[in-house]
Nanobody
Framework: QVQLVESGGGSVQAGGSLRLSCRAS????????MGWIRQAPGKEREGVAT???????TYTDSVKGRFTISKDSAENTLYLQMNSLKPEDTAMYYC?????????????????WGQGTQVTVSS
């Protein structure tokens, strides 16, 4: 059974940093497209960053230069390093996995989801 378990959310002031982790179990995540998706209250889900089986990364424009997605294949763990956080980054952040292979994916393509971790950035 595939499970994705996030950790690392919390409350920070604007300009601060957080590191989210997502431990995968039940499959070898390095072969799959993985990513972080966020949803703020009253807003649509938004793909934040993805990483594919080759390690190619993509980011939504609003986080480029501030967030870094990475993975530790040996630990079957996905990370999101978030620096220079802004109040508009406040959301529930979900780890998600799409199909096997290369390229990015949109939230609707996700096959597996974590339970989410809350990130709150105050001004």
């Amino acid at each position: 059974q595939v499970q994705l378990v996030e950790s690392g959310g919390g409350s920070v002031q604007a300009g601060g940093s957080l590191r989210l982790s997502c431990r995968a179990s039940g499959y070898t995540s390095k072969w799959y497209r993985m990513g972080w998706i966020r949803q703020a209250p009253g807003k649509e889900r938004e793909g934040v960053a993805t990483i594919d089986s080759a390690g190619t990364t993509t980011y939504t424009d609003s986080v480029k230069g501030r967030f870094t997605i990475s993975k530790d294949s040996a630990e079957n763990t996905l990370y999101l390093q978030m620096n220079s956080l802004k109040p508009e980054d406040t959301a529930m952040y979900y780890c998600a996995s799409a199909g096997y292979g290369l390229g990015t994916f949109v939230p609707d393509e996700a096959l597996y989801w974590g339970q989410g971790t809350q990130v709150t950035v105050s001004s």
